[in-house]
């Protein structure tokens, strides 16, 4: 009895439920779709209602497909998509939908936030980064101006992974990791007063719910939760994690100097650091780690794995992803020397711009050096190369560091693309056996809220588990340096052409 973990992922476009020993190993999962509505222009919204029976629907299932019943669980926790505007009324109901991390209506406010005065340095030094479209603190900044009713309808501000503990436990808690992304001063780990002052916003401190640690204890199991979902009433429930930072933690990178990569919707880089020192460049930005004390420096891209999936369904009218169609492509690509012969590809193709290495809204991904002799295949890996170009180009502005480097996300799956990644970077890179990393974070948090590990690294150590070490072929490692070169050349002159095609688009 109690020998299990259950960790929940809630992406942005799936939900998932993972049974985990205490061991580490996945047990059973069950995933299900998190529907996205879009509903005219730059919109990115979810049914905040949808998203919990979705929750409920997995919990079910898993603890079904593994066997168990609800008294087999020790503990649970959930890791979800990050910032974005999560709002709950005095009932705990819904104030309209979630806005999500990559909604783009609040672009305008972003850049006239960061146009203040003396702003641009005040993101840095305090929240650690530039506010975007999607951020939270912009969200609240453009529903405040636009939408006061909506503020004023709210008792409380959640992430998504807050939004659904909340709905288990019926205890309203935010988390450091998804707070620290634009909420927290981080020199102090307390909420951004002096910030939301400046920004005209000075109620949104009223909404923040209690913090609670990420592997500390934020609540148990109510009765209602525990008949909707098959769990016990009582069972334990930790803080959890935004689902990056728990990929991280699920992967291994518990230790000062870790990197981690995660190949998923965001290409996104972090390294764990002892101390909050931001002098990055602007496009990086700091989150708190899941261990007490420790910080991650994030550069993270608007648009990873669906560059990908955009150019095999451009090429090849792939509009689902096929993983036996991808691998059999794979073996031919591997043929064509680095560089695609001359074809450049950049992978900026989300429709909030980029953030990471360099901050533009209007950026846009674009094929460069076509030519009539050019094959759908160059053109394929010109994608996979851009992919790993630009994880490059994040880690060269992020800095070194000198511990282990772990991949995360859907994209690790791949072995001809992470060996890509490794001969592009010129690193060891450890790939998880799990493929449920986030979730892998969730469990963790759990554990230690529940006191089967003592603290993070502790559970890191019991669960974590690495299936396979890619070695970097230096030979090659020095033609995509070269390529690189490329690449980062070419970039400045495309900024004219992406605010002259916005405005132009912005008139059509």
Same mark, same amino acid.
């Given at each position: 009895?109690?020998?299990?973990?259950?960790?929940?992922?809630?992406?942005?476009?799936?939900?998932?439920?993972?049974?985990?020993?205490?061991?580490?190993?996945?047990?059973?999962?069950?995933?299900?779709?998190?529907?996205?509505?879009?509903?005219?222009?730059?919109?990115?919204?979810?049914?905040?209602?949808?998203?919990?029976?979705?929750?409920?629907?997995?919990?079910?299932?898993?603890?079904?497909?593994?066997?168990?019943?609800?008294?087999?669980?020790?503990?649970?926790?959930?890791?979800?998509?990050?910032?974005?505007?999560?709002?709950?009324?005095?009932?705990?109901?819904?104030?309209?939908?979630?806005?999500?991390?990559?909604?783009?209506?609040?672009?305008?406010?972003?850049?006239?936030?960061?146009?203040?005065?003396?702003?641009?340095?005040?993101?840095?030094?305090?929240?650690?980064?530039?506010?975007?479209?999607?951020?939270?603190?912009?969200?609240?900044?453009?529903?405040?101006?636009?939408?006061?009713?909506?503020?004023?309808?709210?008792?409380?501000?959640?992430?998504?992974?807050?939004?659904?503990?909340?709905?288990?436990?019926?205890?309203?808690?935010?988390?450091?990791?998804?707070?620290?992304?634009?909420?927290?001063?981080?020199?102090?780990?307390?909420?951004?007063?002096?910030?939301?002052?400046?920004?005209?916003?000075?109620?949104?401190?009223?909404?923040?719910?209690?913090?609670?640690?990420?592997?500390?204890?934020?609540?148990?199991?109510?009765?209602?939760?525990?008949?909707?979902?098959?769990?016990?009433?009582?069972?334990?429930?930790?803080?959890?994690?935004?689902?990056?930072?728990?990929?991280?933690?699920?992967?291994?990178?518990?230790?000062?100097?870790?990197?981690?990569?995660?190949?998923?919707?965001?290409?996104?880089?972090?390294?764990?650091?002892?101390?909050?020192?931001?002098?990055?460049?602007?496009?990086?930005?700091?989150?708190?780690?899941?261990?007490?004390?420790?910080?991650?420096?994030?550069?993270?891209?608007?648009?990873?794995?669906?560059?990908?999936?955009?150019?095999?369904?451009?090429?090849?009218?792939?509009?689902?992803?096929?993983?036996?169609?991808?691998?059999?492509?794979?073996?031919?690509?591997?043929?064509?020397?680095?560089?695609?012969?001359?074809?450049?590809?950049?992978?900026?193709?989300?429709?909030?711009?980029?953030?990471?290495?360099?901050?533009?809204?209007? $950026? &846009? =991904?674009? @094929?460069?050096?076509?030519? #009539?002799?050019?094959?759908?295949?160059?053109?394929?890996? /010109? +994608? *996979?190369?851009?992919?790993?170009?630009?994880?490059?180009?994040?880690?060269?502005?992020?800095?070194?560091?000198?511990?282990?480097?772990?991949?995360?996300?859907?994209?690790?799956?791949?072995?001809?693309?992470?060996?890509?990644?490794?001969?592009?970077?010129?690193?060891?890179?450890?790939?998880?056996?799990?493929?449920?990393?986030?979730?892998?974070?969730?469990?963790?948090?759990?554990?230690? $809220? &529940? =006191?089967? @590990?003592?603290?993070?690294? #502790?559970?890191?150590?019991?669960?974590?588990?690495?299936? /396979? +070490? *890619?070695?970097?072929?230096?030979?090659?490692?020095?033609?995509?340096?070269?390529?690189?070169?490329?690449?980062?050349?070419?970039?400045?002159?495309?900024?004219?052409?992406?605010?002259?095609?916005?405005?132009?688009?912005?008139?059509?």
């Amino acid at each position: 009895m109690n020998e299990y973990l259950i960790g929940i992922d809630a992406g942005t476009s799936r939900v998932k439920a993972v049974v985990f020993d205490r061991e580490g190993a996945e047990v059973a999962s069950f995933a299900a779709d998190n529907k996205v509505y879009n509903p005219g222009g730059n919109r990115s919204e979810q049914d905040m209602r949808e998203l919990w029976q979705v929750v409920c629907r997995c919990i079910r299932r898993v603890l079904e497909d593994a066997k168990l019943t609800g008294v087999d669980i020790a503990g649970i926790g959930v890791s979800g998509q990050g910032e974005g505007l999560w709002l709950v009324d005095g009932d705990g109901e819904p104030v309209g939908m979630a806005r999500l991390w990559n909604d783009g209506r609040a672009i305008e406010t972003a850049l006239s936030m960061r146009g203040l005065p003396g702003m641009e340095r005040t993101f840095n030094l305090m929240i650690g980064g530039q506010p975007k479209s999607g951020t939270t603190i912009s969200q609240v900044v453009h529903a405040a101006r636009t939408e006061p009713e909506l503020m004023k309808k709210a008792q409380y501000i959640f992430f998504c992974k807050d939004y659904i503990r909340y709905k288990l436990t019926d205890e309203p808690h935010m988390e450091p990791s998804d707070a620290s992304t634009s909420l927290l001063d981080l020199s102090t780990m307390s909420p951004a007063t002096a910030l939301f002052e400046e920004l005209g916003v000075s109620e949104l401190a009223r909404l923040m719910p209690p913090i609670v640690p990420s592997c500390g204890l934020a609540g148990t199991i109510s009765k209602e939760a525990a008949e909707l979902t098959g769990l016990l009433e009582g069972t334990p429930v930790g803080g959890g994690m935004l689902d990056l930072i728990s990929a991280a933690a699920g992967a291994g990178a518990v230790n000062e100097g870790d990197i981690c990569i995660t190949m998923g919707t965001t290409l996104m880089h972090q390294i764990v650091m002892s101390e909050y020192a931001p002098t990055h460049p602007m496009s990086m930005s700091w989150e708190a780690h899941c261990t007490p004390g420790l910080f991650s420096r994030l550069a993270g891209t608007m648009a990873g794995t669906p560059n990908l999936n955009w150019a095999l369904a451009v090429l090849y009218g792939q509009t689902e992803f096929d993983a036996g169609f991808v691998g059999a492509l794979e073996e031919p690509l591997g043929k064509i020397p680095i560089g695609s012969k001359g074809v450049l590809f950049h992978p900026y193709t989300s429709v909030s711009g980029e953030r990471a290495p360099f901050i533009n809204e209007n $950026a &846009c =991904g674009q @094929f460069s050096g076509l030519k #009539s002799t050019t094959t759908r295949e160059q053109m394929l890996r /010109a +994608v *996979y190369e851009g992919i790993v170009l630009s994880s490059y180009d994040c880690l060269a502005d992020l800095g070194d560091a000198p511990g282990k480097v772990f991949l995360s996300g859907g994209g690790a799956h791949s072995g001809f693309w992470v060996q890509m990644l490794s001969d592009c970077l010129g690193r060891e890179l450890s790939v998880s056996s799990d493929r449920e990393l986030s979730a892998k974070g969730a469990a963790l948090a759990a554990g230690v $809220a &529940c =006191g089967m @590990f003592a603290d993070p690294l #502790s559970a890191s150590r019991g669960l974590s588990r690495i299936k /396979a +070490v *890619y070695m970097p072929d230096m030979e090659r490692h020095g033609r995509y340096m070269e390529l690189y070169k490329l690449y980062r050349d070419v970039r400045p002159n495309m900024y004219g052409y992406w605010d002259a095609r916005a405005s132009y688009v912005k008139n059509d």
